[in-house]
């Protein structure tokens, strides 16, 4: 862009216009001949009106304005057959072009001044053309151009400075910072003190931070101190900027929001970059709110449309992954309200169609479809796209009618045939195995050249559709056509062994996949599919060994699958069932370093972690899980590393480490589903210390967060079981804390589908409360509920509820002890017959005790 060249034309247009504007001689006399001069200087006024104005708009900053009066210029120019107007309107009109980034339509207007003015402002010409390849996105000529450029300028040129700032940016568009750096490095020493060297002064110290050379930003940011506001500003963003490079968003992201609440709108680059770097940042931490207010301060500090268009498909995509359709759409929609020009190519149009789609819009959805496959200017493979998704979504409306209808009418004589195989694909989608079966089979009917193809899509369809009988009859008819690479060769073989495994005929299945991966050539993406299933065909069969060959040559040859994780996922389990524990541990951190971003690489690491628990290796299960709980993709799954983390710290009797982890569990995870287990935790050690008053609220926030749960029935009887023992360490003045107690065994018993267990413990817990208050009947009564709702012959399968039964039936024992009256007597020989039979004690010592009994009975 020739912005100096482009400030001098201006200049001369003032100086023109004053002239022009000078009034004649009062005391001359208007002849005949100077009226007619007056009127043509009038009327050259008039066509410069145009020429001035654009000037205007220019300073104002109003390119895409300036742009339509230089071009309404150059045609009264070209109409009046004004060379240097003409000249002078190709020059305004470039760079009010160049300024507007409209590439395209510079380039045009640049090849025809080149084609006019042949040789000359050569350097002016250069700068054009590579501001043109710049905004076209074509780096490397850019970086060309400007280089030879720089070659043929003087030290003196004042261009070469605009040029060094030039080549400076491709160098960044590139990602070659380090020569970024030094190309600004250069231009700020030279150009100290002007505008120029201001704005490369920023641009080093970003290229230094993208570079990781953080270090080295900070040091030239202290070294020269901001001196006005504006520089203040500026120092702030660089700074966020440094920060977000150094230390990540999640740390840099408090700063961040706070910084960003000072912005005013209006165009400002720095601030468009650097909220646009955070958006990003934060979208690959999976934070999404976050992302949106950084893209939206982006999107007011834009500097044209084609920005605010970029910050708009951001936001979108966003959306769109945090699931909030409606909003996507609309955002989406409006994307078509405010840019109704060249930028909304069919790309954009069905992208905004599915997100219609996707909200329910569908009339909306259709209309868009149809605006792309309507127009001329759209792509043969754009058109086939919105035909298809316009079909597709009026078979989903029960429209299928129409559908064919439309595809019919665009798919005519020779293309008829892709009509159809377009309308087989649209059954496929809405499941009509009935109808794609028929359509596959009238194409290859109609079209016997096109009968391999319509074969082989109709097997794919119905191995998809897991209908493998139907799969297998096409692959015969398949096989039945005159032969062929694409009808005999290793597709078919691995065809038939998915099909044969979809039919649970596991060892043919096996074989065939086997045969395939023998035949198959060495570039076929078929066989890492192979290798999976094979492996995992293997492995359902017991063949460990073959299983894990094929997964282990899948996990080495294919590490870029996207089965990959699954495979080694498999792997570990197969080396486990091996008992090839170091093989298993192995895998399991091969796994998690090659897809960190794997669920199945945490679940491999949360099984490590137990692994090593089980086996005493408590340093190795503590590094597995810091792991875990330091990596933040996975909220759901590093909350739950940090509570397995105070869970283990509790286990090995570390109980203040064990409370610094739920600290922080409930303070960085306050919505985790595991908040309800930490709270439960933290009961526990609060209990195991004999501080049942703080025990109580920790059990009752647990059952508050997960109230329909076997957690929450756990938390209850806890919660009963800590105001027993408040009530046993002093019965007399604990009245109130043993009914609180009854009352909550009670609601524990009344709940719906209250394990056997729990139920069994509940009744036990309230009779000892009745005890304490000194209702030994009612008490003796739950106390014998327990032993008939759990008889003694089933007491082995019942080895929980069995423990409680032997307690309760020495509770009547001793209630026999003290109170030797007849019924308590009575009892209590049941209770110790139910001992006898349940196999706790021999029968001889069930009858010793009751004789000792016996012999204390009250008798009056």
């Known amino acids: 862009m020739n912005r100096w060249y482009s400030s001098i034309l201006i200049a001369s247009g003032i100086l023109t216009g004053a002239a022009a504007a000078g009034n ?14 007056l009127e043509t200087a009038r009327v050259q006024t008039a066509d410069e009106s145009d020429l001035r104005a654009g000037d205007n708009a220019f300073a104002q900053k109003d390119y895409p304005v300036a742009v339509s009066f230089y071009t309404k210029y150059l045609r009264n120019a070209e109409k009046h057959q004004d060379k240097a107007a003409v000249k002078t309107a190709y020059e305004r009109l470039l760079d009010a072009l160049v300024m507007s980034k409209i590439p395209s339509l510079a380039e045009e207007y640049l090849n025809k001044y080149e084609r006019l003015y042949p040789g000359t402002n050569v350097t002016e010409t250069a700068m054009w053309r590579g501001d043109i390849l710049y905004q076209k996105k074509k780096y490397q000529e850019a970086l060309a151009l400007y280089r030879k450029l720089q070659e043929t300028m003087t030290a003196q040129d004042p261009r070469r400075f605009r040029t060094l700032f030039a080549y400076g940016q491709v160098l960044e568009k590139l990602g070659r910072w380090k020569d970024a750096a030094a190309q600004y490095e250069r231009l700020r020493l030279q150009a100290e003190n002007t505008l120029l060297g201001r704005r490369a002064f920023v641009r080093l110290v970003l290229c230094l931070a993208a570079d990781g050379r953080q270090g080295n930003a900070w040091e030239l940011l202290l070294n020269h101190p901001p001196v006005t506001e504006a520089d203040r500003e500026i120092y702030s963003l660089l700074a966020a900027y440094i920060t977000l490079k150094q230390s990540g968003a999640e740390a840099a992201s408090g700063a961040w929001q706070n910084l960003s609440r000072t912005f005013r709108d209006g165009r400002n680059p720095l601030i468009y970059l650097t909220a646009s770097a955070y958006g990003d940042a934060f979208v690959k931490l999976k934070d999404y709110s976050s992302a949106l207010s950084s893209y939206r301060t982006a999107f ?12 708009l498909n951001r936001m979108v995509t966003v959306l769109s992954q945090t699931g909030d359709k409606v909003y996507a759409a609309r955002l989406a929609m409006s994307q078509l309200e405010l840019f109704k020009d060249s930028l909304l190519n069919p ?45 597709l979504l009026l078979g989903r409306s029960g429209r299928f009618a129409e559908a064919e209808k439309t595809v019919h009418a665009h798919f005519q004589s020779s293309r008829e045939a892709d009509g159809e195989f377009l309308l087989a694909e649209i059954l496929v989608q809405l499941a009509q195995p009935d109808l794609y079966v028929k359509k596959y089979q009238f194409i290859a009917d109609h079209w016997p050249d096109q009968a391999v193809k319509a074969y082989r899509q109709a097997v794919a369809a119905c191995l998809d559709g ?6 297998l009859e096409f692959l015969g008819k398949l096989r039945q056509l005159p032969a062929g690479r694409e009808n005999r060769g290793a597709w078919c073989v691995y065809a038939e062994a998915a099909a044969r495994a979809q039919k649970n005929q596991k060892e043919e299945a096996l074989k065939l996949y086997t045969e395939f991966l023998k035949h198959a050539d060495r570039k076929d993406p078929l066989i890492p599919v192979a290798l999976y299933h094979s492996g995992l065909l293997a492995f359902s069969r017991q063949e460990l060994k073959l299983a894990a060959e094929r997964l282990s040559r899948f996990r080495k040859e294919y590490p870029d699958h996207p089965l990959a994780p699954q495979a080694s996922a498999w792997l570990i389990q197969i080396y486990a069932a091996l008992n090839e524990v170091i093989a298993a541990e192995r895998e399991t951190w091969l796994l998690a370093e090659r897809h960190p971003d794997s669920e199945y690489a945490v679940d491999a690491l949360f099984r490590l972690a137990a692994h090593y628990m089980q086996e005493g290796a408590r340093e190795k299960a503590a590094a597995a899980l810091q792991k875990l709980a330091e990596d933040s993709r996975f909220p759901k799954i590093q909350s739950r590393a940090v509570y397995e983390l105070a869970y283990q710290a509790y286990q090995n009797g570390e109980k203040k480490t064990s409370l610094e982890y739920l600290k922080q569990l409930y303070e960085k995870f306050p919505d985790t589903p595991v908040l309800a287990d930490g709270y439960y935790l933290q009961g526990d050690i609060f209990r195991s210390d004999s501080d049942f008053k703080s025990a109580i609220p920790c059990y009752r926030k647990a059952a508050e967060l997960r109230p329909d749960s076997l957690l929450a029935a756990s938390a209850s009887g806890s919660i009963g079981d800590c105001l027993l023992a408040i009530a046993s360490q002093d019965p007399a003045s604990s009245r109130n804390e043993l009914l609180s107690a009854i009352q909550v065994y009670k609601q524990l018993i009344e709940r719906p589908g209250c394990p056997p267990s729990f139920e069994a413990m509940a009744l036990y817990r309230t009779g000892r409360c009745l005890e304490l208050l000194g209702r030994r009947i009612p008490a003796s009564e739950l106390y014998r509920q327990i032993l008939y709702k759990f008889p003694a012959s089933t007491a082995a399968a019942h080895p929980v509820e069995t423990i409680w039964c032997v307690r309760a039936a020495e509770a009547l024992t001793d209630i026999a002890g003290k109170y030797p009256v007849q019924s308590s007597l009575r009892h209590a020989r049941y209770a110790l017959h139910w001992l006898a039979d349940a196999g706790m004690i021999p029968l001889q010592e069930a009858a010793e005790r009751f004789d000792n009994l016996k012999k204390g009975k009250f008798n009056p």
């Open 24 to 37: 004649p001689p009062e005391t001359a006399k208007a002849g005949p001949e100077q009226i007619s001069t």
């Open 300 to 311: 007011h500090a834009a500097s044209d449309k084609n920005e605010m268009f970029d910050t």
């Open 347 to 391: 790309k954009v149009k069905l992208r905004t169609a599915g997100l219609l789609r996707d909200a329910g819009n569908l009339k909306g959805a259709l209309e868009l479809y149809e605006s792309v496959f309507a127009n001329m200017n759209s792509t043969d493979a754009e058109k086939k796209q919105a035909i298809y998704e316009y079909a």
């Open 466 to 471: 897991r209908i493998p009988d139907r799969a």
